[in-house]
């Protein structure tokens, strides 16, 4: 019996901030946690330096006055299911239409966020017992978000000026933060997507360059 205690105790000790973290979940379910968290994380990132390159965007806000609550309005409500995919594209592409008024970084940002909760099932946390993540989604997102990459950087308005800045030049160097943040939600996509076909034998359908085509894959539930 004392040895069952001591036991417990360090497990608990060692996993203080969630004792039973771990218990049920298999080596890709830690994984697929990490990954979720990681571009949650990235997407926050991307959120605030859009709207500090693209201030006005703010101000066309009709619900809220701060980035704080922006961000609060896309990370912690929760995310309404989208069964055919075609919501969150909607939104992404309405940020892209010259002719929309409002709030460009929110609706697109709403939207993305929406797109990577669906490639992850609109979970955070991950159990054996729970239905596995399909991988031609986790890819097709990635896929999306070079789309979304390319479209930033050649939608322009009437007169002549991108719709939002991302990329800012100093002194003649280019700013690539926006591209690392970028590259990293892909890298973090296409890894966790690659790591559930292997360890389930399946095969992903890849789809030929198609970013100039501008088009984005749905993913649905």
């Not at 901030?17 to 571009?39: C, M, R, V, Y």
């Not at 709207?51 to 609550?69: I, M, R």
């Not at 909607?90 to 460009?104: G, H, Q």
Request: aromatic share 10%; glycine share 6%; proline share 2%.
């Amino acid at each position: 019996m004392k040895i069952i205690i001591g036991f417990l105790l360090f497990l608990l000790i060692g996993c203080s901030q969630n004792p039973l973290k771990g218990f049920g979940q298999s080596d890709i379910d830690i994984i697929t946690e990490i990954h979720a968290k990681n571009a949650l994380e990235i997407l926050e990132t991307l959120t605030v330096k859009l709207y500090k390159l693209n201030p006005n965007e703010l101000n066309k806000n009709k619900k809220y006055n701060s980035y704080g609550e922006v961000i609060l309005d896309i990370f912690t409500n929760p995310v309404e299911l989208d069964k055919t995919g075609k919501k969150n594209i909607n939104m992404i592409l309405k940020s892209f239409d010259v002719a929309y008024k409002d709030d460009r970084v929110y609706i697109l940002m709403k939207g993305l966020h929406g797109m990577i909760k669906a490639s992850y099932n609109y979970k955070e946390s991950f159990y054996i017992t729970d239905k596995k993540l399909n991988p031609q989604k986790l890819y097709n997102s990635a896929r999306n978000i070079e789309v979304l990459i390319w479209r930033l950087s050649n939608t322009y308005n009437s007169n002549g000026k991108i719709l939002l800045i991302t990329n800012t030049f100093n002194n003649d160097k280019k700013n690539l933060s926006f591209e690392r943040l970028f590259g990293k939600l892909i890298a973090n996509q296409d890894i966790l997507s690659k790591s559930i076909a292997s360890q389930e034998g399946r095969t992903i359908q890849k789809f030929a360059k198609r970013i100039a085509s501008a088009i984005f894959l749905p993913i649905g539930i």
